[in-house]
């Protein structure tokens, strides 16, 4: 299958700026989710400030951790409000759809196809903005299996923040192939070395 020629430069080289552009949006999206649930689970509690990811400054690294620093105040509310359980539940119903959106916008912006070829050039070019390097290994019945060997925001991460927010990231393989959906199976801010999650879908 051709390959889109914006994805192929895309994938090849990405300017900061357009790095930066894409956590800015990634942390407007999964935070205005997130203040949504504060509101309606914890409307009495001390809610966390309006903060510089919002309006961020800096660069590509301080916007990442503006970023982590306040998704990860809002997820420490919505625990202390309902319990582990039910937060990170919560969260995840919300973060998914957040995902997918962000997924379908970056479909369209990239020209994405839909084999397992495209998804992976436009999920490196994503997941660089977020300072994530993973490879891909195919499996048994065409499933495959990422490995995340580097995450910029995982000493930024508690293992609540990092459950919720992972359902963004395999709501955005959804939107970016529908034909495919993502799991993640281990995380790393619950102790192993590397995350693995697992892509199955008709062109895996």
Do not use: K, N
Not at 100 to 122: F, I, M, N, Q, S
Not at 167 to 178: C, I, K, Q, R
């Amino acid at each position: 299958m051709r390959v889109s020629l914006r994805l192929r430069v895309a994938a090849a080289w990405t300017p900061e700026a357009a790095l930066v552009g894409l956590v800015d949006r990634l942390a407007r999206s999964t935070l205005e989710a997130l203040d949504a649930l504060v509101a309606e689970h914890a409307p009495g509690g001390a809610a966390p400030r309006r903060d510089e990811a919002t309006a961020p400054a800096g660069g590509l690294e301080q916007r990442r951790a503006a970023m982590a620093s306040a998704q990860g105040a809002r997820v420490r509310a919505l625990v202390e409000a309902l319990g582990r359980e039910r937060a990170v539940e919560a969260g995840r119903e919300a973060l998914y759809p957040v995902g997918v959106r962000l997924g379908e916008e970056a479909r369209r912006a990239l020209g994405v196809g839909d084999g397992l070829g495209d998804l992976e050039r436009a999920a490196r070019i994503l997941y660089r903005a977020l300072g994530i390097d993973f490879t891909l290994e195919r499996r048994e019945g065409g499933a495959m299996l990422m490995r995340v060997h580097r995450c910029a925001l995982a000493c930024r991460y508690s293992e609540e923040a990092c459950e919720v927010l992972s359902a963004a990231d395999e709501g955005v393989v959804a939107g970016l192939s529908p034909g495919h959906r993502m799991r993640f199976e281990r995380r790393m801010t619950g102790g192993p070395a590397e995350c693995l999650a697992r892509i199955e879908g008709a062109g895996a």
